[in-house]
């Protein structure tokens, strides 16, 4: 059967849970990409402090010299957990720009399928580059190019198989997300384990068999998917006709939600940095003698997620069959207040440690991660269906990589405020998080009185 190419089908396709049956290959496929990814993420701030920074080891990297002689010329002399934090936090916001060169690529030259199998295969070899500590830069390069091919790209995939106005759209992208945090959940206890415990090449291995695999499901997945669109030639490009001023409209009010996004994001994203660093040091993590590897924490932590991003979208289809379902601006609003409650609870475990002198108990990890979680599944994946929803047609992959700028800066954030760790009380630290999230989530209340009809779906 060749590839789906009537608008009609998928929109009426129904198979996969009422919606089309290329998003279950579509979310596999994006399952085993995060696996790969969250796998190695779980694990590249405690294999900068643990081993790779350190005397003996850090010589061997090629070009980390003039890597490290850069960051410091902008802050100054960093201690290792401060250039470790740093280091994440570049490697983790980058993930988030090059989405946007992706989308271009693939909008102009090399169409959707060879963007997102090129971008695969880049991170196969990024991954399994990094059991190498002397090619952990040019490793580095690798995933960020290969994510950027793979992610806005198949994220487009996604939105395409629906129409402008069908109400599944925003379900569809949750279902999606759903399959990430069952990635999440995985990855730490595989990965995060094998790093930990058995070497931490075995980890990164690992992560690159999981890459594999996604291009595998992606391949095999292509029948249900939406037809590729092959590149424009000159004349077509010339032919486009250019954005209205309604559309000029709609991208400048999605731009200025990147910035109040990447404020908002800043408590998930730190669950990668300084979530597992302070956690390690300062909350009880043993089971019956043995410690519990940290990473095991964003397994939990997915778990958590998973089922509430479930959760949420139960609630709001029961929610729609009583009342006006709210449009996705509100629900970030929503989404972003309750994310600013979870570091709080992360306040008050460090004002206990101050106050007894003993670690808290993992209770509060959890609360935290509960609000947070809750607060995500009405956000990223909300976020991610506005843009695809609202963005001009000609623009949909380059637009989609803009969405991901907001977590391009949020990193950049994360990795500054995780450098500040060593420099202040922890309390302070996770006070400051919380006042920065609440005042996005004031702004973005601001944005949907002022310009909410803007982004309103048309019917």
């Not at 399952?31 to 796998?39: M, Q």
């Not at 559309?247 to 998930?268: D, K, Q």
């Not at 570091?343 to 475990?349: I, V």
């Not at 637009?399 to 009380?425: Q, S, T």
Request: charge should be positive; charged fraction near 10%.
């Amino acid at each position: 059967m060749s590839a789906i190419t009537a608008d009609a089908d998928l929109r009426h396709d129904t198979a996969f849970i009422g919606h089309p049956r290329g998003l279950a290959w579509l979310s596999a496929s994006e399952l085993w990409e995060r696996f790969s990814y969250y796998g190695m993420q779980a694990l590249l701030v405690l294999y900068l402090t643990k081993q790779l920074l350190l005397p003996g080891h850090v010589e061997h990297v090629l070009g980390f010299g003039g890597f490290r002689g850069a960051i410091e010329g902008i802050y100054g002399p960093q201690t290792s957990l401060a250039l470790a934090s740093l280091i994440f936090g570049f490697y983790a916001g980058f993930v988030y720009v090059t989405p946007i060169v992706g989308g271009i690529f693939a909008d102009r030259f090399l169409g959707r399928t060879r963007a997102i199998v090129l971008g695969a295969s880049l991170m196969v070899a990024g991954h399994f580059l990094m059991a190498f500590e002397a090619a952990f830069l040019v490793a580095i390069a690798c995933l960020l190019l290969g994510i950027g091919l793979f992610k806005g790209n198949i994220a487009t995939q996604v939105g395409e198989l629906y129409a402008a106005d069908d109400p599944r759209r925003a379900d569809g992208f949750q279902i999606y997300f759903f399959g990430i945090q069952l990635a999440v959940i995985i990855s730490p206890l595989i990965c995060g384990t094998l790093g930990e415990t058995v070497g931490w090449h075995w980890g990164f291995g690992a992560a690159g068999v999981g890459m594999l695999i996604g291009l595998a499901v992606y391949l095999a997945g292509r029948r249900w998917l939406p037809a590729e669109r092959p590149a424009r030639s000159r004349a077509e490009k010339a032919a486009q006709p250019k954005l209205t001023r309604a559309e000029w409209r709609t991208v400048l009010i999605l731009a200025a939600l990147i910035p109040v996004m990447a404020v908002g994001s800043i408590g998930n994203q730190q669950l990668f940095n300084s979530y597992l660093t302070w956690g390690e040091a300062n909350l009880q993590h043993e089971f019956f003698g043995h410690t519990m590897p940290i990473t095991w924490l964003l397994s939990l932590d997915s778990i958590v997620s998973a089922i509430l991003i479930a959760l949420s979208v139960a609630f709001w289809r029961w929610w729609a069959t009583r009342w006006t379902e709210p449009n996705e601006i509100t629900k970030l609003a929503i989404g972003t207040a309750i994310s600013a409650v979870a570091p709080l609870t992360l306040a008050f475990a460090a004002s206990l440690m101050a106050t007894t002198g003993e670690k808290p108990s993992l209770i509060w990890a959890v609360a935290f991660q509960f609000l947070n979680d809750l607060g995500f599944s009405n956000v990223f994946p909300v976020g991610l269906a506005l843009f695809s929803r609202a963005a001009p047609k000609s623009l949909g992959g380059m637009v989609i990589g803009i969405y991901y700028l907001h977590l391009f800066a949020g990193n950049l954030m994360v990795g500054r405020l995780g450098a500040l760790l060593d420099k202040m009380p922890a309390t302070g630290f996770w006070l400051l998080h919380a006042a920065l999230i609440a005042g996005a989530a004031v702004v973005l209340i601001v944005i949907r009185g002022a310009a909410g009809k803007a982004l309103a779906p048309t019917r």
